[in-house]
């Protein structure tokens, strides 16, 4: 048994026999590469079959790039300015290289070539010594008198660190960082923390201080430790450097003619050096070149000949026996082949036989290979925390034998009792995002420069709400596989055990307490509430605190786990230029055309169906666009996993994200805005911004892209950002702009600092799957209860009055129907009225109100446009009764598109439909008021309509002596009920959502509201559904048809004049519903 790994300690020794076995699918048999070989096998986390393959892919390195590396004359001469030298070995052994940072100067013009000495240089000092078989160096870093600016090429050293990882992996063992500046240390510290650990692990920082006590002396002997650190080593000269630059130039010749020349690896050879030193380098001739190549087998392949290599072997020995049908297709093979020498083309036969066998294999793995990726990735984000094990008998070391079950009982019911609040917190966090974004979206229509003020905005909180669903999806997840939730985790698996379990019982007992605090107080149902809401409002607190401790890293994680949450960051590889390693090349390309058609189909279909929403202005197209842009966002999302580039991913995301948005921005847009001056700009520039963002989507599908093509991109849409959050300040409001600030400055600081993963697939389905609901549910209820419209006409001729009812028919009338004014007007008069004025021909209009109001002196007056700026049209309908001494005002909206901007009033209740039933009355208004914090920032256009409706209001009093009563049905409705309250107008509404929750937008209270407003509703409206009213407020009809039919004003009306009306005014859609009695 070999003794070279014992020199790595036991726990290499332990994993000896993954060694043995990369050894033998290698078919290495010396020993003395050992500790070589178990840098890779660490480094890919003791995978054999990984391991294997990036030894290949070093193998390759060495063939493909330094043995055609040319030795140019910068390269000769940095070797000799004092840069880097080797001044010895450490106490371990490990050859120590000396770097003093501040001899060397940043040239973007010579990385490529300081990236070539620096490999030189690694693999001399990791060479293969007689007396010594690690494999391993030290980098002893001197950044005294170092300029970050002048000096520091961080850009290179990340570069480098990349490249260690993918192609030196522990071969630098440490890495002494002496001297760093204070701002130089505050850039590279977490710089450093972000690489791949097989380099960050490595790094020890030493201040002054440190060199000043003798720390250095701890590993490096004073004899070797440079006289500038405190040793006695005077190395720092020119003699010293020189001899250095021989020594590097005279290896890299060595190992170049054994590579190209001798068809050696770099470890062969040194072997080679070791057992003979000056070893000539040896000629071949083709001959036995050819054999060489022969020799060479790929992975996986066997020593037995291939089925098509008999063939071949018999074509040579029976040359003139071909027989006339041998296949075209070998006849140009045979023809290909002659030419060459025999071992040759058996190599050639054999690798195109190999492949075509592998790439069959290939096919019918890649089906399921995105699926594996995202279930792989899964598990191991959850496998890596600690186990919480409820049945670990340690729990129960103080609980009596007969108290055990019980208490394990009790153990299990916490557990539940927590996920279900985490369920719910997810759902708040859900309801809190997908609101905040869906508000900026509609926003995006107020102005025609607000699609600029706001876009850095629906960006940063798309951000932010996959970040924090994220969050709550794997805390959940956790919870239910029973592990230790984080970042309880980082405290170490008893000691977060401990924690967690605290945690949840104190949740439990606080639920307790206000359950048995709300029974003394109120009902057994809104205890349960509060009990409920209690609970999830701590386990948001809870996962807000995590999101806080996360992000500023505050409990330590030890050093296993801090290895395994590492990851690269976007910003390393774009904003500091460094190239990316792409060590599963092969199976990129193998998906790529996989990937590219599934993220292709759900873009095209948005476009399409985008497109066919426009010419036609269908709701059906309307709601399918929605979709199919979530679908988008999300397949791609989804898809990308697969892709090795990290860059290229996150890229690729977020590019199709925004773009699918913008997409979706202008189908809305060129379907219902009125296209001046300024509305061209901003659609066309749009365009043009999302034209930019397929391109770069398009541009991250190349397998390597030209990395200064993508960085400018990208810091022009960085640019693009920060000059939209300045512009939000000018253009949309003060408060905004902070809010977008704010949120620019988190997430750039998450992007750089923040080293767990912020987001998972679960998190960004729940996230844009609410946003796909809550949206549609703005654009289906905007466009239900846009505009009552109709074109033929809905009234018959009249009839004699039917005369007064008796007493048992007036008990089965709706309470309503005794509605009168002081001069006699009823709930039937007042819905007529709201439903003729919908009449989109002069002659219905003339029809339906000659036979409904015909025999009476109620006159129509005019149509006054209240408000018909930014391409809204608001306008009241004024209907006159001298005789009953009343004006009615009838509100309508004139646009579709304008309503659905309206449902911003409601969109933080809509949002909170799903815990609707989980909060109690009053707490569920304060909740749907935090919501709408960005309503409320906001100028949206319905505050503007409420002030002129108001404003009409108070002139129409101060001119008339009639009594007032204004009407709307829809979403006019609700904001004639804004307007009324504040105009102290009584209001009536017909089908509109309730105000209870919106009353925040005004400085009025409740009991205001029930003096001035109206609403009558059927039961199966769905404005009424997903709204509160008060029900002291409401009267509710009964409706057994669609909610289509049932919100309608045909409905509702015809409903009155059924149940309600005695003068002989009858309606078209009475006869139906009568007749559907009569069955």
């Known amino acids: ?194 690489l791949p650990s097989a380099f960050s692990d490595s790094i020890m920082f030493f201040s002054k201080s440190d060199r000043a006590s003798g720390r250095l002396l701890e590993f490096i002997d004073e004899s070797v430790l440079p006289v500038q650190l405190g040793g006695t080593n005077d190395c720092d000269n020119q003699e010293h450097w020189d001899r250095h630059g021989d020594i590097i130039e005279d290896y890299y010749h060595g190992m170049k003619a054994a590579i190209s020349e001798r068809g050696l690896t770099v470890k062969e050879w040194e072997l080679q050096c070791i057992e003979q030193p000056n070893v000539p380098v040896r000629h071949p001739s083709l001959a036995s070149e050819t054999e060489s190549m022969v020799s060479l087998l790929t992975f996986g392949s066997s020593l037995t000949a291939t089925p098509v290599e008999g063939n071949l072997n018999g074509m040579w020995r029976h040359d003139n026996d071909i027989s006339p049908p041998l296949e075209e ?159 309880l985790d980082m405290l170490g698996k008893t000691r977060g055990s401990v924690a967690q379990l605290i945690l949840f019982c104190s949740m439990i007992f606080l639920q307790m307490f206000s359950f048995g605090y709300s029974m003394t107080h109120s009902s057994l149902l809104r205890s349960i509430q509060v009990t409920f809401a209690t609970g999830w409002l701590f386990a948001v607190a809870f996962l807000a605190l995590c999101h806080i401790v996360l992000f500023f890293d505050w409990i330590p994680m030890g050093e296993q786990r801090r290895k395994k949450n590492q990851g690269s960051m976007l910003a390393l590889y774009l904003l500091l230029d460094v190239q990316e390693s792409e060590e599963k090349t092969e199976a990129v390309l193998t998906r790529r055309l996989s990937t590219t058609i599934a993220c292709a189909v759900p873009i095209t279909l948005d476009f399409l169906l985008g497109i066919a929403f426009i010419i036609s202005g269908m709701i059906p197209f309307a709601v399918a666009t929605c979709i199919a842009t979530v679908a988008a966002i999300l397949t791609i999302d989804y898809c990308s996993l697969g892709r090795s580039s990290m860059s290229s991913r996150s890229v690729l995301r977020s590019t199709v994200a925004f773009a699918c948005m913008l997409w979706l921005y202008l189908c809305f847009s060129f379907r219902f805005l009125q296209y001046d001056g300024p509305w061209i700009v901003s659609v066309c520039t749009v365009a043009a911004v999302n034209v930019v963002f397929i391109s770069l989507a398009v541009f991250c599908l190349r397998k390597r892209s030209a990395k200064k093509t993508l960085r400018g991109l990208l810091f022009l849409f960085v640019i ?48 844009y799957g609410a946003l796909a609901m809550l949206a549609l549910s703005c654009v289906l209820l905007g466009w239900l209860g846009a505009k009552w419209q109709y074109w033929v006409p809905h009234s018959l001729p009249p009839v004699n009055a039917s005369g007064p009812r008796d007493p048992l028919e007036e008990y089965h009338q709706y309470p309503i129907c005794t509605l009168r004014t002081a001069g006699g007007f009823g709930i039937v008069d007042f819905a007529l009225l709201t439903e003729v004025s919908g009449a989109s021909k002069e002659n219905v209009f003339h029809e339906d109100f000659d036979n409904w109001f015909g025999s009476t002196d109620v006159v129509y007056n005019n149509t006054v446009k209240v408000y018909g700026e930014r391409n809204e049209q608001w306008s009241i309908s004024r209907f006159d009764s001298l005789a009953r001494n009343v004006t009615v005002l009838t509100l309508q909206n004139g646009r579709v598109y304008s309503s659905i901007i309206t449902m911003t009033v409601w969109i933080g209740y809509i949002a909170l439909a799903p815990l609707q039933i989980l909060l109690p009355n009053n707490w569920l208004k304060q909740v749907a008021f935090l919501l709408s914090f960005l309503t409320r920032a906001i100028d949206f256009t319905w505050y503007d309509v ?19 009563v204004l009407t709307a049905w829809g979403i006019a409705g609700g904001i004639a009920s804004l307007a009324g309250v504040e105009s102290h107008t009584q209001t009536i509404t017909f089908g509109s959502p309730g105000l209870m929750d919106a009353l925040h937008y005004t400085n009025y209270t409740e009991g205001e509201y029930h003096k001035y407003v109206l609403a009558v509703v059927s039961e199966l ?15 509710r009809i009964q409706c057994s048809a669609g909610s289509n039919t049932c919100g309608s004003m045909n409905y509702i009306s015809s409903e009155l004049v059924r149940v309600c009306d005695t003068t002989g005014r009858r309606h078209v859609g009475q006869q139906v519903e009568e007749s559907v009695h009569e069955m």
């Open 1 to 194: 048994m070999s003794s070279f790994l014992q020199e790595l300690g036991p726990v290499a020794v332990s994993h000896r026999q993954e060694l043995e076995e990369v050894k033998r699918e290698l078919d290495i048999k010396r020993d003395e590469l050992d500790c070589w070989i178990y840098g890779f096998l660490e480094n890919k986390k003791f995978d054999v079959k990984e391991t294997v393959a990036k030894l290949q892919r070093r193998f390759a390195m060495e063939v493909n790039e330094m043995a055609k590396y040319e030795f140019t004359e910068y390269m000769r001469t940095s070797l000799r300015l004092g840069i880097i030298q080797v001044i010895g070995e450490d106490k371990c052994g490990r050859t120590i290289f000396y770097v003093t940072v501040n001899r060397d100067k940043k040239a973007a013009s010579h990385r490529d070539g300081k990236k070539h000495t620096f490999d030189l240089m690694v693999s001399y000092g990791t060479r293969l010594r007689a007396d010594n078989k690690r494999c391993q160096m030290v980098l002893l870093v001197n950044y005294e008198d170092a300029s970050m600016w002048s000096n520091v090429d961080m850009s290179l050293q990340a570069d480098v660190a990349l490249r260690i990882s993918k192609f030196f992996p522990g071969c630098i063992s440490k890495v002494y960082i002496c001297n760093m500046g204070r701002m130089l240390c505050s850039v590279a510290k977490p710089l450093f923390s972000q």
């Open 946 to 964: 409420k002030d002129e409706v108001v404003r009409y209001l108070t002139e129409m009093k101060n001119t008339t002596s009639n009594e007032i």
């Open 720 to 767: 693009l950002l920060i000059t939209s959050c300045t512009a939000s300040f000018f253009l949309v409001g003060s408060t905004v702009g902070v809010i977008s600030l704010v949120l620019l400055i988190h997430s750039g600081m998450g992007i750089f600092c923040v080293r767990r993963r912020s987001r998972n697939i679960g998190g960004t389905f729940i996230f």
């Open 1021 to 1035: 409206d769905v404005l009424n559904a997903v709204t509160r009213y008060d029900p002291t407020t409401y009267q």
């Open 329 to 487: 297709e070998e006849n140009e093979w045979c023809l290909l082949m002659k030419p060459l020498p025999n071992n040759l083309s058996l190599f050639f036969l054999e690798e195109l036989y190999r492949w075509r066998v592998a790439v069959s294999a290939e096919e019918g793995e890649m089906r399921c290979a995105l699926m594996d990726d995202y279930a792989a990735a899964w598990k191991r984000e959850f496998d890596e925390l600690p186990m919480l094990d409820l049945s670990n008998k340690k729990w129960y070391r103080f609980i009596p034998e007969s108290l055990r079950e019980l208490y394990h009982g009790v153990l299990i019911v916490v557990n539940v009792a927590s996920s279900l609040s985490f369920l719910v917190a997810l759902l708040f966090f859900m309801a809190l995002t997908s609101s905040a974004a869906v508000t900026v979206f509609l926003a995006f229509f107020i102005e025609w420069n607000y699609v600029y003020a706001l876009f850095a905005t629906l960006i940063l909180v798309t951000f932010q709400g996959t970040a924090l669903c994220s969050r709550a999806v794997t805390v959940l997840v956790v919870i239910m596989k029973h592990k230790v939730v984080p970042p």
